[in-house]
């Protein structure tokens, strides 16, 4: 049993794009064809009242897991760990402004975020490799998860194999330098992921052509990587 939150306050890095296709990737292998009487192990919990991921998923036709939106049951997302029948939660988290998630401005996202913080295994904190990301990312990880002890793993989402690798490499230097772990798998940007939510597609089911087949390896890759090193 394991719970993954995925988190940083700046919005448009690829928490909900990360959050659901990293549940799409795990309930595939989780999965048996034939069982479960296809209720599947792995649950998506969404607490960004803008409800992106769950705008998505309904409009995949077999979504490969369960998805359940919560506000401010704190209750509940305390207790995500716990939940019968299921083996894998994987949280996708709003933006928020300011320094600490819980405070009055941010509303009752910030409540859920604190509560979510205390049933996480594993905090996956996106960054895309763009300077203007590196402060709020950096802020999320000063202020918010390492002052709780929560651990956590940065991972660069959105690099353009087709730009120069230089965006890439200061990416990675910078991650390194404040001595935060880094996945070694770098999440590609592929036009076919942008289109994703409005086309009602999880990375499991793009079209197996090179660009589908390479968008489901990172996620594939990132997967094991993170079952790898939190095992
Ligand atoms: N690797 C990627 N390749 C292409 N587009 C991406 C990628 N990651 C995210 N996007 C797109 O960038 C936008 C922001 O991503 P999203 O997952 O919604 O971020 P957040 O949840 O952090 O606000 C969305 O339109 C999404 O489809
Ligand atoms: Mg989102």
Same mark, same amino acid.
């Given at each position: 049993?394991?719970? =993954? @939150? *995925?988190?940083?306050?700046? /919005?448009?890095? %690829?928490?909900?794009?990360?959050?659901?296709?990293?549940? #799409?990737?795990? &309930?595939?292998?989780?999965?048996?064809?034939?069982?479960?009487?296809?209720?599947?192990?792995?649950?998506?919990?969404?607490?960004?009242?803008?409800?992106?991921?769950?705008?998505?998923?309904?409009?995949?036709?077999?979504?490969?897991?369960?998805?359940?939106?919560?506000?401010?049951?704190?209750?509940?997302?305390?207790?995500?760990?716990?939940?019968?029948?299921?083996? =894998? @939660? *994987?949280?996708?988290?709003? /933006?928020?402004? %300011?320094?600490?998630?819980?405070?009055?401005?941010?509303? #009752?996202?910030? &409540?859920?975020?604190?509560?979510?913080?205390?049933?996480?295994?594993?905090?996956?904190?996106?960054?895309?490799?763009?300077?203007?990301?590196?402060?709020?990312?950096?802020?999320?990880?000063?202020?918010?998860?390492?002052?709780?002890?929560?651990?956590?793993?940065?991972?660069?989402?959105?690099?353009?194999?087709?730009?120069?690798?230089?965006?890439?490499?200061?990416?990675?230097?910078?991650?390194?330098?404040? /001595?935060?772990?880094?996945?070694?798998?770098?999440?590609?940007?592929?036009?076919?992921?942008?289109?994703?939510?409005?086309?009602?597609?999880?990375?499991?089911?793009?079209?197996?052509?090179?660009?589908?087949?390479?968008?489901?390896?990172?996620?594939?890759?990132?997967?094991?990587?993170?079952?790898?090193?939190?095992?």
């Amino acid at each position: 049993m394991s719970v =993954h @939150v *995925v988190m940083n306050q700046k /919005g448009g890095v %690829g928490k909900s794009t990360l959050a659901m296709n990293l549940a #799409a990737v795990k &309930a595939d292998v989780m999965t048996t064809p034939g069982t479960n009487d296809g209720v599947s192990p792995v649950l998506a919990v969404s607490i960004d009242p803008q409800g992106s991921a769950v705008w998505w998923a309904e409009r995949v036709s077999e979504l490969p897991f369960r998805i359940a939106q919560a506000h401010d049951n704190a209750d509940i997302l305390r207790g995500l760990s716990d939940l019968p029948g299921v083996e =894998h @939660v *994987v949280v996708d988290t709003p /933006g928020w402004i %300011g320094d600490t998630p819980g405070s009055t401005e941010n509303g #009752a996202s910030g &409540a859920a975020l604190d509560a979510v913080l205390s049933s996480a295994d594993l905090v996956i904190v996106p960054i895309i490799p763009e300077p203007l990301a590196f402060d709020p990312t950096a802020r999320t990880i000063l202020k918010v998860l390492q002052p709780r002890g929560i651990p956590f793993i940065v991972v660069i989402n959105d690099w353009d194999p087709r730009d120069s690798r230089i965006d890439l490499e200061q990416t990675q230097a910078f991650v390194k330098s404040q /001595g935060w772990p880094l996945a070694n798998t770098v999440v590609r940007h592929y036009k076919v992921h942008s289109r994703a939510a409005a086309e009602g597609k999880v990375v499991t089911e793009y079209a197996a052509n090179r660009v589908g087949l390479q968008a489901r390896e990172d996620f594939q890759r990132l997967c094991l990587e993170l079952e790898v090193g939190t095992r």
